[in-house]
């Protein structure tokens, strides 16, 4: 890309924060907006911009251009991942609501690990611009399969108005919650410590490892294979045991394999598959204790579920555009920083836990946790 542009690569760069940037702010509206429009309308128009807006980075002339259609494409991608997740709650609870929040735990963390995957075989095969004509195809694929399937699941009696005061209040209410922070801060941070690897990819598979651009597989693999059974196990724990005592599982799961790679990478190189195998068990226990977390974090606002979707969206979302921006860069150099840095991130994610049980346990915060009445 900096080739074709005539540019430096750090300039290219930017369009990942761009686009994370943009993801990150406009996340917190589309769960306010679909809370007063509806849940259908807003994922059908921002898959529609999302269209757009790959046109236009598969076409774009200047490196100008490309870095606006990449924000455009970061400020429509939030919706699917903020209403869905209401969409979710306004039609079931308990077990059930679980068991399918599970399912979508999988995808969501999975698209983040296929799409380099995909993303490198297009770009070898075609050029990085087929990469664009790829999301072209994939979004418009999405957006009939909603408008053909897609139920709208927030009657207009439960919708909030679209005005400025009872808007401020709500907002007002979910970012005062401590409990709630607590929830929405250790989703963050327990993605927080596989997503570091995610974006240090290419430092990982031909820095440390020696790979070649064919062998991400190495990496990825063995991270979705860990979600998938994360998420599986979420959904066959729902009903059975509580979500509290599911969370702590996964934490549990989580600091063994944050152990496992520290101790690892302290007294070897980094190899296949020593290097990977933890982060296949840190993910099974981030993709277990990620549904359960999430609904707990929904019903704490049961007449502004998009609100309190797009408040957690919006923090996780921060944290990943600072792990890509920012703590990347400064860690991926060796293999033994990025374990490390993805233990912090376990233990931050575990003190927000345990930090929301002490609050729940004292009563703290509940007179925010009652939704704003128009």
């Not at 963050?188 to 990819?201: H, K, L, R």
């Not at 152990?259 to 070897?268: A, E, K, N, R, V």
């Not at 704490?300 to 408040?311: H, I, K, L, T």
């Not at 890509?324 to 927000?352: D, E, F, H, R």
Request: hydrophobic residues 55%; aromatic residues 10%.
């Amino acid at each position: 890309m900096a080739r074709d542009y005539a540019v430096n690569e750090l300039l290219v760069q930017q369009t990942l924060s761009a686009y994370m940037g943009s993801f990150a702010i406009m996340t917190l509206f589309h769960g306010a907006l679909s809370d007063s429009f509806g849940r259908r309308p807003v994922i059908l128009v921002n898959l529609l911009v999302f269209v757009a807006a790959s046109i236009g980075c598969a076409l774009a002339p200047t490196i100008e251009a490309l870095l606006a259609c990449r924000a455009l494409q970061g400020m429509s991608a939030g919706a699917g991942i903020v209403v869905g997740r209401a969409i979710i709650r306004d039609t079931y609870d308990g077990p059930m609501a679980q068991r399918l929040m599970s399912q979508v735990t999988m995808l969501f963390s999975l698209a983040p690990a296929v799409a380099p995957v995909i993303g490198g075989v297009l770009d070898i095969a075609f050029g990085w611009r087929s990469i664009f004509v790829f999301l072209t195809v994939f979004s418009l694929l999405l957006w009939a399969g909603c408008a053909w399937t897609l139920p709208e699941t927030l009657p207009k009696s439960d919708r909030q108005p679209f005005r400025a005061a009872p808007l401020v209040a709500s907002y007002v209410q979910v970012f005062g919650s401590a409990r709630f922070a607590m929830l929405a801060l250790a989703v963050a941070f327990n993605f927080a410590g596989f997503f570091i690897y995610v974006v240090s990819a290419p430092a990982v598979i031909y820095r440390h490892l020696g790979l070649s651009a064919t062998d991400f597989a190495w990496l990825f693999v063995p991270g979705i294979g860990g979600v998938m059974i994360g998420a599986w196990l979420s959904g066959r724990l729902a009903g059975r045991m509580t979500p509290e005592r599911t969370v702590m599982l996964a934490f549990a799961v989580m600091a063994a394999a944050a152990c496992l790679s520290i101790g690892y990478h302290l007294m070897y190189p980094p190899a296949v598959p020593w290097t990977v195998l933890p982060l296949m068990l840190y993910s099974l226990g981030m993709s277990l204790a990620m549904p359960s977390i999430t609904l707990l974090a929904l019903d704490m606002f049961p007449r502004n579920r998009g609100m309190a979707a797009s408040v957690q969206g919006f923090t996780q979302s921060m944290c990943n555009a600072l792990l890509a921006g920012v703590i990347s860069p400064l860690v991926a150099g060796t293999q033994l920083s990025l374990a490390v840095t993805a233990g912090v991130a376990m233990v931050l994610g575990a003190a927000c836990w345990l930090n929301y049980l002490r609050l729940t346990r004292r009563g703290a915060g509940l007179p925010a946790d009652r939704a704003v009445e128009p």
